[in-house]
Structure formats: C-alpha cells, structure tokens
C-alpha cells in the first residue's frame, strides 16, 4: 500500500509518520508514503499557493491550479483512478470500518486542505471520498491524514508483529476491548485479577468477554445494543446450527452487517454479498428486494433459490454442502512447515485455483493465505474467503496423498478456534475428496444443500 499526501507541510507527516511503528513498516517496505508538496507545483513566479474568495468572507483559499499539477504528478503512472480523500469536517465520519475498507487499496491520495479550503473545481475533479475524523474544526488536514494513515496501515498484513492483535481488540465485534495487566502482580496496593494468573485459557476468555461486555454497556451503549441485536440473531439460528453457521460466524466475527432481522426473517450483507434466511415464500419475496440487482446471495433454502431464478432473473448457481468444525481442542497438524503467504505468491495461486485475481489479492492482503513448503517451495496452500468459509485447498500432485491437505486444513482450523470462531467449508456438489477430507477431519455436513447465487 502506498499513501500520497498533498500538503503545504510536508515536514509535519515525514515527521509524524517516519518514527514507531509506521516508521518500521516503510522501512520494511510493507508500507510507503509520500509527502508532496503542493506549493511545488505552483505556476505563480512567488510561490503563492493561495488567493481571496469570490464573492469575499474570510480567509484565503487554495487555488485550483497547484492542486490538481501535484494530483496529476501523482497519479501519472496509475493504472486507474485511486481513490482521493479529502480531509474536511464536512465529510463522513471515519471509523474502523472504512480504515477497513480503505486498506484494501493499493493507493491512496490525500488532499490536506488549509486556510478556509481549497477550490471546489478541483475538489470536483479528483476526490472520491469527503471524509472528517470527528466533529470540531482542526486548523488543516494532515493531523486527520495521520490519524487515517495510522488506523489503515496496521490493518496491512506485516505493519504489526502480531497478526491476530488487529483482529481481537477495541471495535472488533462491536465491543470494546477488556481491560489488560502487567508485572508487578500487585501495584499500590491492586492486585491484578485472579483469573489471569490461573493459566486456564476458557475461563481467562469468558473473563474477557464479561469485561468486554461490561465495559461496552457503560461506556458505549451504542455499541453494546448493535452487539445485543447481533447475540440474538445468532441465537435465533443456532437452533439450525448446521445450516445457519455461515450467517452466525459472519456476525460473530463481527463481519456482517444486519438488514433485516424479525424471527427467521434475517437478511444480513458483507460488502457485495447477501445471506438470507426467510420464514415462506412470501416473506422471501419481501426480503429479496432488500438486496440489491448485481449482488451476490447465499442461501440454504430451496425456495429462496428457486425465487432467485424464476422471478429476479438470477443465472448464476453453485451447489454446495455446508460442513462445520464443532470441536474446541486444536487438531493435529503433521506437516510441519506451514507459513502465512503474501501477496507475492499471487501467480502462483492464480495457476493452481479458479478465482478472479481481485478475490485472490484481497485474500493474501487479508493474511489469510497460508502455504505448505519443502525447503523453499511452495507445495501447496489453503485459505479462508472474506466472508470466513474455508477453501482454496489445493496440493502440487506429486505431493498428495501424504496428508498435506489435511494438515493445512487442520492448521487453519486451530488458528480459527484459538480465535474463538468456528471453522466451517462450502464443499462444492461432487467433490468427493474434499468431502472424504472434511470428514476425516472431524467437521458435520449439514443435511441441507447450500447455493451462492448470482
Ligand atoms: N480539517 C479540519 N478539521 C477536520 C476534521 N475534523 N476532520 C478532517 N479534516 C479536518
């Protein structure tokens, strides 16, 4: 991911972004930035940037011209236009989700504005995405820009050390994070809690949850009624749990967003992908048009299926069964050299499993690719969709019949359940092998059939 910052104070986010943690990560060159300075780009013989409103008020702003010479200075090269943001108390709210979002790009612009902004012209031309970080008036952009930079690139796999830290902490499943204690066990006379100190793992994760929950409910009761809602739901579809576990995990993972949501009536959404649940036929009509033309549905019911094509006009149908992975103790891996893979073995993957390269790179970005290697070749890999179904299994011929396939399935199980989440695969109807697979390894296939429809 590069990040190009147009600003009139370049020094303030070499400054701010070249130390700690971001610092380390350019370094690395699992991230880069640049500052650029617009003044540079100026076509006035005196360096002037700025200009007087018409129609008068206060303040200068920044003129058209130096604005949109840096943004094209940048972007030359582009393959496609990036998305631009333009940091202004007028604009969306940032949060964790859109730094979600947003970290999924291979480039991103910022216009730092100052003064009392900047030409609407150019405005109108190059930014994408209006966007504030919170409810007062800075007196420019780059302390916004830094704070984005900062809660974007540690989503990137390799910015932090630890790659599950992103994952479990403040925001993630709409909680806020538990309350954490170090050395010394007893500090002025507070003793750190008891449970910590027991080295039993489920209570020290029950104790967690309680806290997260506590902590929640006084601080952002907001939040804690998006998280209630979501308990419900899964509740409510745990009475199936077989057939309804993609829909659980999607809110237990803190993925998916609600819809709708009455009884069995649920339709919940991740990015361009629709999971719907309905109690007949006539409220699946309802529901379905909540989703929108293009996207993409799962469902478990054969009349939603039947809906989709005879009265939405759906061609697109895949067949699956649903398997899921109910055990709390981790497996046993066999093939040891198992590695998290990066976004450099794209082609690779891309020559052994059928997906579009879009797919493809946002689950390697995502780190949760992981390969199996003999000395330094890869021979094999497995990962998980966005959505947390597992899939992609693929082992070099040679190589099979040695349980490498287990072994990655196996692996990527117990870094789902030291998680807490529950593994669970979408077996494509007729793929024997990976069905003899999922039962060998222990995982109960759901006595309905399972469709993605598009
Ligand atoms: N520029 C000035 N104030 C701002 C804010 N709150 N968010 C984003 N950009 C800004």
Not at 161 to 169: G, K, P, R, W
């Amino acid at each position: 991911m590069k990040f190009h910052v147009m600003t009139l104070f370049p020094e303030m986010i070499e400054n701010g972004l070249g130390t700690s943690i971001l610092g380390r990560a350019a370094e690395k060159g699992v991230i880069s930035y640049e500052a650029v300075n617009i003044r540079d780009y100026t076509l006035d013989k005196h360096g002037k940037v700025d200009d007087y409103p018409y129609g008068g008020g206060a303040g200068m702003l920044i003129r058209a011209q130096p604005v949109y010479d840096a943004y094209q200075a940048i972007t030359a090269s582009f393959e496609q236009k990036p998305r631009t943001i333009y940091l202004t108390p007028q604009g969306r709210t940032f949060d964790q989700k859109m730094a979600a979002e947003l970290a999924k790009e291979k480039e991103l612009v910022f216009v730092c504005g100052h003064y009392e902004g900047i030409d609407e012209r150019v405005l109108e031309k190059i930014v994408t995405d209006y966007v504030s970080i919170g409810d007062y008036v800075l007196t420019g952009g780059e302390l916004p820009v830094m704070v984005m930079i900062d809660a974007i690139a540690r989503l990137i796999p390799g910015v932090l050390h630890n790659d599950v830290s992103a994952e479990t902490e403040t925001f993630h499943n709409d909680l806020l994070e538990y309350p954490q204690y170090t050395r010394p066990e007893e500090w002025q006379g507070k003793k750190v809690p008891e449970v910590l100190l027991s080295g039993n793992s489920k209570k020290i994760n029950e104790w967690r949850l309680e806290q997260s929950i506590e902590k929640t409910k006084l601080h952002r009761p907001d939040l804690y009624a998006k998280y209630e809602q979501k308990q419900e739901i899964i509740k409510r579809l745990s009475k199936k749990k077989r057939q309804n576990i993609h829909m659980m995990e999607l809110l237990h993972r803190g993925l998916g967003e609600v819809v709708y949501d009455k009884g069995m009536d649920i339709v919940l959404k991740f990015e361009n992908l629709y999971m719907l649940h309905a109690e007949d036929v006539v409220s699946a009509r309802e529901l379905l048009m909540k989703v929108p033309t293009g996207a993409m549905v799962i469902t478990t019911q054969e009349f939603v299926r039947d809906l989709l094509e005879k009265e939405f006009g759906k061609t697109g149908f895949c067949k699956c069964s649903q398997a899921v992975c109910t055990r709390k103790e981790a497996l046993t891996v066999r093939y040891k050299d198992i590695r998290q893979l990066d976004i450099t073995y794209l082609e690779y993957i891309l020559e052994h499993y059928t997906s579009s390269e879009e797919h493809m790179k946002e689950c390697l970005n995502a780190g949760v690719m992981y390969g199996a290697f003999d000395e330094d070749r890869i021979i094999g890999f497995i990962g998980m969709h966005s959505e947390g179904s597992m899939g992609m299994l693929f082992v070099e011929e040679e190589y099979r019949k040695k349980g490498i396939g287990a072994s990655l399935e196996s692996y990527l199980i117990n870094l789902q359940i030291s998680n807490g989440f529950t593994p669970y695969c979408h077996i494509i109807e007729g793929n024997e092998k990976s069905m003899a697979l999922q039962e060998k390894l222990g995982l109960y296939v759901a006595d309905t059939p399972l469709w993605w429809i598009w």
